[in-house]
């Protein structure tokens, strides 16, 4: 996936996507952005803020900042993934399986749905819980390997991959910022202040 290395020298992704339409007749089809530009397009749409890593080591360093930007590096968060206590066991991380007290949720996701900038999670992130009930903060860590086009895909894949047993509670976080009264379309919703800590790994 070339388009992170790409992005931090370029002035917009948009004036990428035009670049590549110049000169094009209006009555061709429209140039379809590659699945990882059009994931990154419409989660940063969506409020969502993301560090990229190339490596274990900045994915750690990338960590260090957003705990260090927000003061929360002495904050309890909720993990309820015993493999992230392991991954970041150096942070040393005031951990809580409840919600309450906790200042942010430290999680994986299933998949990372490019058409909508959405992330697919399910029970083996959030055990029962509804999103309501989770801290308003959201740290997820990811791969690059999980981008797929729709939900729908992400839905098969989550079956593939549980074969035995498949999750259950699967639902997708969408807005990571505070809804707009205006806007109708996410009222209701559970809007959080969401960090994706993306790890290159194809």
Not at 162 to 180: G, L, M, Q, V, Y
């Amino acid at each position: 996936m070339s388009l992170f290395r790409k992005i931090f020298g370029q002035k917009s992704d948009h004036s990428h996507e035009s670049i590549q339409n110049e000169g094009r007749s209006k009555y061709m089809p429209e140039v379809k952005l590659p699945i990882d530009e059009r994931f990154t397009i419409n989660f940063k749409a969506n409020g969502g803020k993301f560090l990229y890593s190339i490596n274990d080591q900045e994915v750690q360093d990338n960590l260090r900042q957003i705990l260090k930007e927000n003061d929360w590096e002495n904050e309890t968060a909720l993990v309820l993934d015993d493999r992230l206590s392991e991954k970041f066991r150096s942070f040393q991380i005031p951990k809580s399986f409840k919600t309450e007290n906790s200042t942010y949720f430290l999680s994986t996701c299933e998949f990372l749905i490019a058409n909508d900038g959405s992330l697919l999670i399910s029970s083996n992130q959030i055990a029962e819980k509804k999103l309501k009930e989770l801290p308003s903060n959201f740290i997820i860590f990811a791969t690059t390997s999980q981008m797929v086009e729709t939900i729908s895909e992400g839905l098969k894949g989550i079956k593939n991959k549980n074969r035995d047993r498949i999750p259950s509670n699967i639902t997708t976080i969408k807005h990571f910022k505070a809804c707009d009264d205006k806007d109708f379309l996410s009222y209701g919703s559970s809007s959080k202040n969401l960090y994706l800590l993306l790890l290159e790994d194809l």
